[in-house]
């Protein structure tokens, strides 16, 4: 896949399609500023689950993991479909994401 072009995504648009996966997409109603912030909470705590397996710190690792999972629920990739909620709750849903993975990131 070239890593400048978007992934194929199937024609409904709920999913990507990576190596043959299916993976569910990022819900497209997110602002594209809040979804790169997510974006960059999400390597950040990648980095962070690879830091403390390397080191074997299984509390540091537990909560990274924890913090990729609040970036990918918050993107609409996790959790309950972003299609199956009304804009009201896909926009809290980012917008109580976004809250709380700033503030770990000040911590």
Not at 82 to 96: C, I, L, V
């Amino acid at each position: 896949m070239d890593p400048h072009r978007s992934p194929e995504k199937t024609p409904d648009g709920h999913f990507v399609v990576i190596g043959g996966r299916k993976w569910r997409a990022t819900d497209p109603a997110v602002p594209e500023e809040i979804a790169a912030r997510l974006r960059r909470h999400l390597m950040s705590a990648r980095r962070a689950v690879r830091s403390a397996t390397t080191a074997g710190d299984a509390k540091a690792e537990r909560a990274a993991r924890a913090r990729v999972n609040r970036a990918k629920v918050a993107l609409g990739e996790r959790g309950t479909p972003w299609w199956d909620h009304s804009e009201d709750e896909r926009r809290r849903r980012w917008e109580q994401g976004l809250a709380r993975l700033d503030a770990e990131a000040r911590n």
